[in-house]
């Protein structure tokens, strides 16, 4: 005998569902009783009561509580038990001539035309209407790691075959600067079936591409310990080399703000011709284009020698009247960087402790909001200063 379906329950009904003796909570539009796994909750059972009779998909995917696995969501259908019409349902309901196509929900095939004419049909399995942010095309964190389908990509979009090397595309690809920019700022996520990064080069060229994030202290910190011996060496005492350290490690933030905007960002300025643009590419684009991609994360060695180099003159510069001052102004910069590229790489790819899970969130919503705000990496000081903190979400329109 075929089930029967489940009932539409009115939604007072199921806020009022919100103590330890009968507990329901709602994703989009359906209704779970999970009273019976309260006491089976990793979490505790108070914590869900505290949501007893509300929606939890916020709650279920928020970074700093807990983003829940897709078995979390199997196991919470176990304990389906019918409908809600949500606001956004009603108001289609409203709208439709035939309101019994909707209601009770399940909706026919019309009902769920309609429903998807007004963006709504994600109330029925619990994505809702998410806002999708127009400089990025994504809605969440968590779609930066969903698998791109390349063939799609590729067709809608003309732009990159992550399939190909992805260089010489970009070098004979004839983009203007403005579909470049808006390209390479709209994240793909490489599938892992096909390996661990898209090809750039794909010749022998291509392993110069990557670096494993530990290769950094192990190429940066015997260089930084050496050379801040040699400033100890030379300065009168060890507050005074401290001192100097502490300097070029607190310089080093502001560098750390002024390339990532000033450079890495100079999206306003870069030349409309393919030097520009491949450059912008290399440099930072296909950390955007790719994000999670876990060996294009932290700066090859080569490229940041090429960067250092003026930033070690400059600290001779300022530093003229004591060479060994200047190492050691250098050297705590250095450092400076190695943690900001360690977190870097941490924010993207680790489970972190609450202060850092915070900056996690804020620097992803970088790559899936609004790259144009939100340099800092290591903190938000110098986004404050400077007026770049990342603003509150604005969506472009409903999924």
Known sequence: MPGLPLPTIPTANVK?????????????????????????????????????GRDVSDIMQDELSHIHSESAYEALNDHLIGFQATEPILKTVVQHNKPDDIVPLLPNQAGMAALEANDAAGELDGTGTKPIFSATGLSAVEDLSKDSDLKADYEAHKFLDLEKPLLMQVWNGGFSKDFYLEQVHRPRHYPKRLGDSAPLFGNFLEPLSKTAWYVIPLVWLPPVAFGTYLAYQGLPSFFQTAAYWLIGLSLWTLVEYGLHRGLFHVDKYLP?????????FLLHGIHHYLPMDKYRLVMPPTLFIALATPFYK??????????????????????????????????????LPLWYKQLKTYHLEHH???????????????????????????????A
């Open 16 to 52: 009022s569902h919100n103590t330890a003796e009968s507990c329901y909570v709602t994703v989009g539009a359906k209704v779970y009783d999970i009273t019976s796994f309260l006491d089976d909750h990793p979490g505790g059972g108070d914590l869900i009561v505290d949501y007893g």
């Open 272 to 280: 409309d011709n393919r030097v520009g643009i491949t450059a912008h």
């Open 368 to 398: 899936y909001k609004d790259y144009q705000n939100g340099f800092g990496v290591t903190s938000r000081f110098w986004d404050r200063v400077f007026n770049t903190e990342l603003p509150p979400p604005k969506a472009a329109k409903a």
């Open 314 to 351: 400059l600290a001779h510069t300022v530093f003229f009247y004591d060479w060994y001052a200047a190492i050691a102004v250098f050297c705590g910069g250095i450092f400076g960087y190695i943690c900001y590229d360690l977190t870097h790489y941490f924010l993207h790819h680790k489970t």
